[in-house]
């Protein structure tokens, strides 16, 4: 039987000082006093042993292990690693982005971010508009992967419905452990059936913690608030996903909750808003916030954490202005309409999961439930946010973008990449090229799989120069090298540093990268006229 055409890969794929804290360890006080109590009993056993200390072996035996699950225990409270996490929430209103979003991604503050999770709503959805999007990448999609990507940031994905867009980037060492991506959307608009509002999500594993990032666009208006409540727990009972281990949103053990959400400040008048806004006196406004209020009343949002509200509210301003709405709008019969008054409209929230409590009694299923949950002890997670503000600079829209940067502190279930990739020899366009790749562990390989040839700076998965199907005979090994080669005609003339990514199609995402290396001049770049008689490229 002929063997199928493979295609491309690209047609397979379609400033606060405050600190909140939130920690997968010591979610309750119960939680963190049973830490400590079964630490002290851990010391306790140690101290026993010192004093019955003898020579024999096996009471050195009995101090060697009790040292090892107490140090083990102390290390389960104590991750290693910090990850910085930037998150942009910015109802854009149908305006094209800025020129300039080096403040608002703060490009150049220290230590440099490792992740950027930016969500957006009402992006430009008019019907010629979205068609020619879906063609092509949309202006804001465009203008921050231009902005980031020479910085070495990497689109991983990104999700859209009409106007709510959420795109996620990643540092390039970070790219082969972002696994197991995928996206969704709900409708909520005109019954469920239009997408203006909703929620659009991206789920991955980030060095094998599950995250989920949900941005939502809900119901405007004052009165809506119980509709806002109801839509955002539609979209978390609805919104699914092909993972056994995290079928829904709540499954995963953090989840950021963010977008226009549209809940507004109730009660009070223009003249007090405005007077309490002007004077920074933002706590007299929080009793009456909506959002704050269904919080103390449901049970599922009481799950969900934010840090202070202290910054000015961002909704609703004159464009490309810092004043609050001056407009006098029309009614239908031509009378005069109220102005908007100023809400926290646009916010950022999260959500650590919480633990299961320990069965009473345990049978042979609950202690394996048991053992699991232990597991996930040992690699835990604490989220911390660093700022949470508006940045008021910024005037296209009649919102202000939020900014959350938080600070993913955790101990990572691996740090090994699946694939390790090599290139042979010198590369350059006057003769064929070869790779080797090795298969460092199981996983779900296929012989759709491919490697990619990238140059220093690309903007996502896809935009590689050339690619490489992998061997095709048979699955390899594990630990087994395989060679594959490259022909001349395919590999870029001029100079330049590139990368090798090995993309899982079974998991739609990088799990290996080479490292960075040199392509050499070709000799037919002068011929073909790509570069002058001094060496420079014209």
Known sequence: MAEAVKMAPDALSSLDGLRARSDSTSSTASQGSKGKLLLRQRLSQLLMCVEDLSSDDEANEEVSRTLDEAFQLCGRFSPKDAFRLHMVTWNVATAEPPRDVISLLQLDVQ???????IGLQEVNAAPLRFLSDLLMEDSWSHMLMGTLAPRGYVKVSSVRMQGLLLLVFTKQMHLPFIRDIQTTYTRTGIFGYWGNKGGVSVRFSFYGHMLCFLNCHLAAHMNYALQRVDEFEYILDTQDFDFYNTPNIRDHKVVFWFGDLNFRIADHGMHFLRSSIESERYNLLWAKDQLLTMRKKEPFLQEFEEGPLRFK????FDRNSDTYDSSSPKTLLGFTGKKRKPAWTDRILWRIKPKTPPPEEEDDEKASTSTADSHEDECPIRVLQDIYTCDTSYG?????????????ELRKHYDTALVRLSPEGQWSADQDAALSY???????????????????????????????????????????????????????????????????????C??????????????????EGLVSENGLKK
């Open 111 to 117: 230590p440099p971010t490792d992740v950027y999770v």
């Open 313 to 316: 509210p961002t909704y609703k």
């Open 396 to 408: 296209v829209s009649d919102h202000k973008p939020v900014l959350g940067v938080f600070s993913l």
């Open 438 to 508: 090795t298969i460092l562990e199981d996983f779900m390989s296929s012989t759709w799989d491919w490697i990619g040839l990238y140059k220093i700076g690309f903007k996502s998965v896809l935009d590689y120069i050339t690619f490489v199907w992998v061997k095709g005979d048979d699955l390899p090994e594990v630990l087994e090298t395989l060679q594959v080669s490259l022909n001349k005609d395919a590999i870029p003339l001029l100079r330049g540093e590139y990368v090798l990514g090995y993309y899982s199609t079974n998991m739609q």
């Open 510 to 527: 990088i799990v290996g990268l080479s490292a960075n290396f040199q392509i050499l001049e070709s000799k037919r770049a002068a011929l």
